[in-house]
């Protein structure tokens, strides 16, 4: 089907300055040795885009900001960890679009220290102008927001809610559009990637990839997330159904996605979520010592554990070409200063 044209029946706000760069990963190839076998490794630059900081977040975000301001609101409220990328990026998206922001972030991370509660993107939430609501970990933060919302309503304000990670369907539908993105590029390139690589948080990077690899007639599976937020049969149940409905989305007369086609690993997710792992450690370093670029401490540092693990246990064909997947979360790595430091 025409994926351009289905995507252009929904509202869309600009956030981005056109396709993302691939580049290739030839230090890390190297430092891989022979374990590497002749696997051709690649970047999707996801974390280049400037708005905020960049990340993945703000292809959903293209699309939750395009109906919140179709239907009219003059607020945005959402929801995430203290740490949260998505809401980082929607105070700075939101400041973008003349919307006032609201985050409701709850201490679901057990740190407490003035790296995690007070640096990285908590300060950025503040640098954006975002209203923050700090909550406890044990509390339902959307449900708070969806409270806060009709109270803000009552006083005579429009305001849109988003969930955690700005994964709903219509979020989703951003990483569709990249889907359709990197078989663009990877054509032009004369590249066909065997396996392109993601973290897995709240399931819409995944989901979307998905659902656009699906409507242009191509197999899902050739994605593999790590999940890093929930345990592995959850994060695939969520992939599942994030997936279908996105698909639903973009043409109601398709299919399901099959559970087959979704390939979800927990192997990296550690202790849970926001804990370090020496995986994790490494594998920033070595993006950062090998390539001058910069993974997350919580998604993408995790995620390329993952992918690092799998080519020296000998997981994917000797000559296979692997696209990763870079989602941003920069900032991050500033609230997780004393693990870095430390070694896990």
Do not use: W
């Not at 640096?119 to 933060?141: E, K, Q, R």
């Not at 009709?150 to 304000?157: M, V, Y």
């Not at 345990?231 to 099959?258: G, M, N, Y």
């Not at 941003?328 to 200063?337: H, S």
């Amino acid at each position: 089907m025409d994926l351009a044209a289905a995507l252009a029946n929904h509202p869309r706000f600009p956030l981005l300055d056109g396709p993302t760069p691939i580049q290739r990963l030839t230090r890390i190839e190297q430092a891989l040795g022979d374990a590497a076998q002749g696997i051709a490794l690649y970047a999707k630059r996801d974390d280049a885009p400037l708005v905020g900081g960049g990340g993945n977040k703000l292809r959903k975000l293209e699309y939750l900001l395009g109906a919140a301001i179709a239907d009219g609101a003059d607020t945005f409220v959402t929801v995430g960890a203290r740490q949260s990328n998505h809401a980082r990026l929607s105070a700075a998206a939101a400041a973008r679009a003349g919307l006032t922001c609201e985050l409701v972030l709850t201490r679901s991370v057990p740190r407490e220290d003035v790296d995690y509660t007070d640096s990285g993107n908590i300060l950025l939430d503040d640098l954006f102008g975002a209203t923050i609501h700090d909550l406890p970990g044990s509390v339902d933060s959307l449900a708070y927001a969806e409270a806060r919302a009709e109270t803000l309503r009552r006083a005579g304000r429009k305001v849109h809610v988003a969930p955690s990670g700005g994964s709903s369907p219509l979020g989703c539908l951003g990483y569709a559009a990249c889907a359709g993105e990197i078989v663009a590029q990877s054509a032009a390139m004369g590249i066909d990637f065997s396996h392109v690589i993601v973290p897995n948080g709240s399931a819409g990077t995944h989901a979307g990839l998905a659902a656009g690899y699906a409507a242009l007639g191509r197999s899902p599976a050739v994605v593999t997330s790590f999940a890093v937020l929930a345990e592995e049969s959850r994060s695939h149940q969520e992939t599942v159904a994030k997936a279908s409905a996105t698909l639903a989305l973009i043409d109601p007369a398709a299919a399901a996605i099959d559970p087959a086609d979704i390939d979800v690993n927990g192997s990296e997710r550690g202790p849970g979520y926001g804990i370090p792992t020496f995986a994790m450690i490494e594998a920033v370093r070595m993006m950062a010592r090998c390539e001058g670029l910069l993974l997350d401490p919580v998604y993408s540092g995790k995620a390329f554990a993952g992918l690092i693990a799998g080519i020296r246990a000998g997981d994917f064909a000797p000559g296979s070409t692997i696209l990763y997947v870079m989602t941003g979360g920069t900032p991050g790595l500033f609230a997780y200063r004393g693990a870095l430091r430390a070694g896990a």
